[in-house]
């Protein structure tokens, strides 16, 4: 993936100084900013697209940039995360773009949501918190390289079986990953966190076992990331020595209080950077994406953004993981601005949260459509309609106390009490593989539920 590097500020004030038409550099940039179509450009463009349009009238390409760079500039605000090459610290902007999605990110993602009636019920909300988690494992695994199947990797995450390769370790990892970040990592950030985060994640996965967990070292080969389509190297992190030094950093920038960092900086702007942060420094042998996902996740999650539990950002980064690397090159093209990444992940969130919402519409109809099939058959609680629900979307199914229970946070008692009751009124198929019963929709599952009547007295 090529990127052309824009001209630097040196080098554009020294072809302005050449040109005879204007006084000198500091006039001839405020005639540039006074320019409408500079002072209103819309999108963010980066120098790579810029150099391909047609620019404003009586403007140079490089006199475009000029005037573009010298407004982001007087708006930049420093990061403490610092260019291993360049030792300059990276920065990011808040302009219009940025501003809007977040202002969206706000409204959807934390607050007194007013969310779809499916999943106002709290054992509702567990089960599509479980599906939620199920799903972005999955998509997070397959973004760094796993090649199970959607369908395998959620019938292995439900049965509870043991993963049979690496793939599906990989997926399993991520899973317990996300749980730990729920219940386990707390509000505060620490370099040893950081470390058995990683280590949950690729434990048993990496060609090294001790490096999961562990930080690269100076005996190391540092890991670099490579273009997919021609192997070229896009990215050298920094050098192993510094890892220790710069993860500790992290932690400080991830535990500051909103005011503490040269004035306010929006909770949703520090978790991108976070993921931005420790996918630049890549300080492990594999992982790193994943890992950087993760945190983010952890981080809206401590500052009340709990909607974005329900999302999978990774399913929709793997749709095209092309512009994903962009994003990270862009940012490392011109001079460290990280706006470019912080607008490609705004908007990520923002069609997850669509996603979701439209799946949520979905699901609605769903059950109101087994819930009228079903009318004047009381006592069917919202886990079994749920199920019921998915049996008739997927006859082929198979449900057993381990899945249902998985599915619902609840215990196996429950889960098995369920699917008994449903296969008592016909509902259900049972067969029994080994020692353990499995359970699928009965033949031609919406007559027979058509075909219920009210349950039997006790």
Not at 261 to 267: A, L, Y
Not at 310 to 322: G, K
Request: net charge negative; proline share 5%; hydrophobic share 35%.
């Amino acid at each position: 993936m090529h990127i052309a590097k824009p001209p630097g500020i040196l080098e554009l004030a020294h072809r302005v100084r050449q040109r005879d038409d204007v006084d000198g550099f500091d006039s001839a940039v405020r005639m540039l900013i006074d320019r409408k179509e500079i002072r209103s450009s819309g999108d963010y463009l980066h120098w790579d697209k810029l150099r391909r349009l047609t620019p404003p009238a009586g403007l140079s390409h490089h006199d475009w940039w000029l005037g573009i760079k010298w407004m982001r500039a007087s708006s930049f605000s420093l990061l403490p995360l610092i260019d291993a090459a360049e030792d300059e610290h990276f920065c990011y902007g808040t302009p219009p773009a940025v501003l809007r999605l977040l202002h969206y990110v706000d409204r959807h993602c934390s607050g007194q949501i007013a969310m779809a009636e499916v999943v106002s019920d709290e054992q509702a909300r567990r089960h599509y918190l479980v599906n939620s988690h199920m799903e972005e494992a999955i998509r997070s695994s397959q973004l760094e390289g796993a090649t199970t199947t959607r369908r395998v990797a959620k019938e292995m995450l439900r049965s509870g079986r043991e993963p049979t390769d690496r793939s599906e370790l990989m997926i399993l990892n991520n899973y317990r990953a996300l749980e730990f970040i729920r219940e386990g990592m707390g509000e505060r950030l620490e370099p040893e966190t950081v470390l058995e985060l990683h280590r949950i994640l690729t434990e048993g996965t990496l060609d090294d076992p001790t490096a999961a967990g562990r930080l690269q070292g100076p005996g190391d080969e540092r890991v670099a990331v490579v273009d997919a389509t021609d192997g070229s190297v896009i990215h050298k992190p920094p050098p192993a020595e510094q890892l220790p030094e710069r993860l500790r950093a992290l932690c400080d920038f991830a535990n500051r209080d909103d005011e503490d960092f040269e004035g306010f900086m929006h909770p949703v702007v520090r978790a991108i950077l976070l993921h931005f942060w420790l996918a630049y420094d890549h300080p492990f042998e594999d992982g790193n994406g994943r890992t950087a996902r993760a945190l983010f996740y952890w981080y809206m999650r401590t500052r009340g953004y709990w909607m974005v539990e329900y999302l999978s950002i990774s399913r929709i980064l793997r749709e095209a993981p092309a512009q994903y690397s962009r994003a990270f090159l862009l940012t490392e093209t011109d001079e460290g601005d990280t706006t470019y990444f912080l607008l490609h992940q705004l908007h990520t969130v923002k069609r997850a949260v669509e996603e979701l919402h439209a799946y949520l519409r979905r699901k609605v109809s769903e059950i109101r459509d087994v819930e009228r099939l079903i009318e004047g058959a009381d006592g069917l609680n919202h886990r079994q309609l749920a199920l019921l629900s998915d049996a008739i979307r997927r006859p082929e199914g198979t449900y057993t106390y381990q899945s249902h229970a998985t599915s619902h946070r609840v215990t196996h008692e429950t889960a098995r009490n369920d699917l008994l009751r449903l296969h008592g009124r016909g509902l259900l198929r049972r067969r029994k593989i080994g020692r353990m019963h499995a359970y699928s929709a009965a033949a031609d599952l919406p007559h027979a539920i058509e075909r219920l009547g009210p349950p039997t007295p006790k």
